[in-house]
């Protein structure tokens, strides 16, 4: 007798439910032979050789075991046998994941094996079939006796192409001009004109920002603004208009920034990543402990959102334990974890890799450097502390950032990013409180003596506390930072946490730095002494300290333009931050000053021009303006990003009971070994970097083999277009999720969409030409009977309208739309922080104007700037992943568009539209609404009914019953 292939199975499918694992029932544990031979809490169950004597068979035998379904003959014959030719065992333990059973999937599930393309099956009526999608279908509806609803019309038709594929009503001419089309071949062509019209990105756009979780604002407490966060939205749905292959359209959402580092556009695409909402309260508290379980619920939110979005399976739930319903261990969930620890939220500056701005970047730095040739011999002699005797060479930091470019070290690898309002420019990195600042990633080394260095140029004079280089702790509590202003008006002092090593220097105002940049310079000495510099030379009085902080490599991190935390008006600076400098050590005074001559604005106006000769003032003069000119056209083209600014990744350990205090063993990123195809080995060691572990990451889900990254997105489009997937629960393809209901068809069109270089595209194409996209909708009481929920596909479910789409129409029909794209959301809020604290408010304000006609997918979308408009219509909530919009039929729809402020302006705008086009005659007013907002005319009793309510109460009136009709809201 085989065990591993006539008794592992038995044992695995129908015992290990209940006798396996941690806790099994009665103490008895039959997946492996140790535990099986030692039986229970009553003591052995199986005595080799003699089934008689052995209580599992005599539990098996009279029914008691297994308690609701029994075992076959064959089943109880096999056990009996296998006990009587002494219980030998094979593959010890059994893998309880192998095989799936009445309580979970197995490694056999259907989700998870190959995609193999199916032939069309045939049909008794072939005459039906547009396509090979038909014949599924109709081979499913012949098996049930059922058949399938004729065609529509084209009215309807282009009704319903049009709102599915661009989320827009037709207008009254396309209708026209469709219904009257004489080709054979119409339809088809219409087709491809929606699919090619830029307003098919909006409306698929807004479904994938819907699994993106995307929002742009934190949320939690503070729910801080990011007005960053938009370029992602625009990414995604230029990609979708360009067809960009899906396999690309997930990698680069996955690690762009890894495999394509120097393209602006591959850097939005992470945006998905961090598109959810983020606990920055969290994240900063004072508790580490708190800040580890923070950290790891930030990547379970990852994970699930990386595991639903692509592979349709719910990895997250094997965070504190193996998965109780899919083949997915606890091991398995941390692989993936590591795979994303580098990630992290934060502001980037991006500039598309065009010619011009190449070239205008190059030429820049030429130009700088000509105008400090020229200044060079004008410049003044060094200070009497560097004689002949001194070098010239400036001291060497452990890390240098020039600010020109972009924010990255120099000569190290602690790479900065951008927060709140902070940029990049001609002037350096420019901060404006509140909530500008630059934060870089852990420290690579131990630091406690040091030197911390910057060129800066003050707004304000009259700030107060604003940091400009400084070292703190993770959670902000220890700092050692340059300070202006805080204690003593104008002045410069070294802020540390309760000034526990913070005294006044005693040095003068500050007077200068609002008119031109300054060099500014703290030492601290192993000794406890802290000194400052100014311009290069000593600023005040150094003083002495009990002591210096110690930071510690991994658990250190250096900020720019903030003091310490989180940023507030009274800890960040006002101002530009040329250039900084940080040095492991303590400085001498002659190193300060030779590092302050060495670097020089080639902007600065100085006594030395008055000595140029006037061919060189000239010359200078004119190379000032085009730097100038040349930064206008950098900056014109480079923006910030909200998206993935990754860090050095932490170990990552598999949690016991996915408690952060409790790590067991160290694990490697990797992928799913329950996914067939390619291998969940990713050959990386604990300490790989970032961008490998991604790179590994999405080339593992993006693998033509990998069975569930076709089917499931071909599955979200055929819901988009049903309203239903083939597989319903269209994040969730394991065990507790849908079986499909037509395999066959779900594994063609994974296959066609690979066959077809991953085109979304081309299955949209071959779902709205088939002929079970253009049945009518009319009900079939019979059918009804026999299929209620219509997953055969008798016939075409009527859509409600998302909220957006019902939106936009009324805007399309009310004539006023702007179907401008790209670019900043319009807001119909107000952002304003609490009584100055970190907390952000969107009051909501009046909404009026061209922006605010935008396609509502442009509403800038804060998690604390609700909508109450779209909220009536299930507008899903952005703080979480939304698979599946839900519909819902409440008194505060008919309301909303009864008496809301916009449905009333639309209504205003409408009717004045009607007089417009229609001119002062009531029935060609009422024949022209009817065509703009359903595509028809009026019959004669809606004119009837519609000519009384306008000669009664007016045509806003009217448009607002319009907007209130099913035949409005419903897609037929």
């Not at 066609?752 to 991953?758: D, H, R, S, Y």
Request: proline letters at 8%; aromatic letters at 8%.
């Amino acid at each position: 007798m085989n065990f591993d292939r006539e008794v592992a199975p038995i044992l695995a499918r129908r015992c290990l439910d209940c006798h396996s694992g941690p806790e099994p029932k009665g103490g008895l544990d039959l997946s492996s032979r140790t535990t099986s031979l030692r039986g229970g809490t009553n003591g052995e169950v199986i005595v080799p050789g003699k089934p008689d004597e052995s209580v599992l068979w005599e539990q098996v035998a009279d029914g008691t075991m297994p308690p609701k379904t029994k075992l076959s003959p064959a089943e109880k014959s096999t056990l009996k046998r296998w006990i009587a030719d002494g219980a030998k065992w094979g593959r010890d333990p059994i893998d309880a994941f192998r095989l799936s059973t009445e309580k979970r999937a197995g490694l056999d599930w259907w989700s998870l094996q190959p995609v193999v393309r199916p032939t069309p099956p045939a049909v008794s009526d072939a005459s039906w079939c547009e396509n090979p999608i038909d014949r599924f279908i109709l081979h499913r509806l012949e098996t049930e006796r059922l058949t399938p609803q004729p065609p529509i019309d084209r009215r309807t038709l282009i009704r319903r192409l049009s709102f599915d594929l661009l989320g827009l009503p037709p207008t009254p001419e396309e209708v026209d001009a469709f219904v009257r089309e004489p080709r054979t071949d119409a339809y088809e062509r219409l087709v491809d004109q929606y699919l090619a019209s830029p307003q098919y990105g909006v409306r698929w756009g807004r479904l994938w920002l819907d699994l993106a979780r995307y929002g742009e604002s934190n949320g939690f407490e503070h729910d801080e603004f990011r007005p960053e966060a938009w370029p992602y939205r625009d990414w995604v749905i230029n990609s979708l208009n360009r067809d960009m292959p899906y396999d690309e359209f997930a990698r680069l959402q996955l690690a762009g920034d890894a495999l394509r580092p120097k393209e602006s556009q591959a850097i939005e695409a992470t945006g998905f990543l961090v598109a959810g909402a983020f606990d920055s309260v969290g994240q900063n508290q004072q508790s580490a402990a708190m800040r580890k379980v923070v950290r790891q619920d930030e990547l379970e939110d990852m994970v699930s959102t990386v595991g639903q979005t692509f592979l349709g399976l719910t990895i997250h739930c094997a965070r504190c334990h193996d998965h109780k319903f899919d083949p997915i261990r606890q091991v398995d969930y941390y692989r993936i974890v590591a795979s994303l620890a580098g990630v992290r939220h934060g502001v980037q500056d991006v500039a598309p890799l065009a010619p011009d701005v190449q070239a205008a970047r190059q030429r820049i730095g030429e130009l700088q450097r000509r105008v400090l040739e020229i200044d060079e011999p004008t410049r003044p002699q060094p200070p009497s502390a560097l004689t002949d005797q001194t070098p010239a060479t400036p001291p060497h930091p452990i890390a240098r950032w020039d600010f020109d470019q972009d924010e990255q070290d120099r000569v190290g690898s602690l790479s900065s990013a951008l927060h709140g309002e902070a940029r990049l420019g001609r002037n350096g990195l420019r901060l404006q409180p509140p909530s500008s600042f630059a934060k870089t990633v852990p420290l690579t080394v131990d630091l406690k003596a040091k030197t911390l260095e910057a060129w800066v140029r003050l707004d304000l004079l009259e700030q107060s506390g604003g940091g400009v280089i400084g070292v703190q702790s993770l959670d902000g509590q220890a700092f050692d930072t340059i300070v202006f202003a805080e204690r003593e008006p104008r002045r410069w002092m070294a802020g540390s946490e309760n000034y526990s090593r913070t005294k006044s220097f005693q040095g003068p105002e500050e007077i200068e730095a609002v008119r031109h940049p300054i060099h500014v310079a703290i030492v601290y000495d192993e000794d406890g002494t802290i000194s400052a510099y100014r311009d290069g030379k000593p600023y005040g009085i150094p003083y002495k300290t009990p002591g210096l902080h110690p930071f510690a490599a991994g658990q250190a991190e250096v900020v720019f333009g903030l003091r310490h935390g989180l940023p507030t008006p009274e800890t960040t600076l006002g101002g530009q931050v040329l250039r900084a400098r940080l040095y492991d050590r303590a400085l001498t005074a002659e190193e300060v000053a030779r590092s302050a001559r060495s670097e020089r604005d080639p902007r600065a106006a100085d006594t030395s021009e008055a000595r140029l000769s006037p061919e060189l003032r000239s010359e200078r003069s004119r190379l000032l303006t085009e730097i100038d000119a040349l930064w206008s056209l950098v900056e014109t083209k480079v923006h910030k990003v909200y998206t993935n600014s990754p860090r050095p990744p932490e170990p990552v350990y598999r949690l016991i009971r996915g408690d952060a205090s409790q790590p067991a063993e160290v694990i490697t990123a990797g992928g799913l070994p329950a996914v067939t195809g390619p291998a969940a080995d990713f050959a990386l060691t604990p300490d790989s970097i970032d961008h490998a572990r991604r790179i590994r990451l999405a080339a593992w889900v993006t693998d033509p083999r990998n069975p569930l990254f076709s089917r499931v997105i071909v599955n979200r489009l055929w819901q988009g277009h049903f309203g239903s997937g083939l597989v319903e629960t269209s994040s969730d393809f394991g065990f507790q999720g849908g079986q499909p209901s037509h395999p066959d068809l779900l594994n063609w069109l994974a296959a066609e969409l690979v066959a077809q270089n991953w085109s979304l595209k081309q299955v949209h194409r071959q779902i709205v030409t088939s002929a079970t996209y253009r049945q009518s909708s009319r009900l079939n009481p019979e059918a009804v009977k026999r299929d209620a929920s219509n997953r055969l596909h008798w016939r075409k479910v009527p859509l409600r309208l998302e909220a957006e789409a019902v939106r936009d129409a009324m805007l399309a029909v009310s004539g006023i739309l702007n179907l401008r794209q790209g670019g900043p959301g319009y807001r119909e809020f107000k952002v304003t922080s609490v009584n100055g604290a970190a907390s952000t408010l969107y009051t909501p304000i009046e909404a009026i104007g061209p922006d605010f006609d935008r396609r509502t997918i442009y509403r800038t979308w804060a998690r604390g700037g609700r909508s109450l408009f779209l909220d009536a219509f299930d507008c899903p909530d952005p703080s979480t992943t939304a698979p599946r919009r839900a519909v819902t039929i409440t008194p505060l729809q008919a309301l909303a568009l009864l008496n809301n402020d916009l449905t009333l302006r639309l209504a205003d705008r409408m009717g004045e539209r009607l007089r417009s086009e229609a001119g002062a005659n009531v029935g060609r007013q009422i024949e022209r609404a009817y065509q703009l907002a359903f595509g028809r005319a009026p019959n004669v009793d809606e004119q009837e009914r519609a000519r009384r309510v306008v000669e009664n109460y007016g045509l806003p009136v009217l448009a607002r019953a319009i907007f209130n009709s099913n035949e409005f809201l419903y897609i037929d």
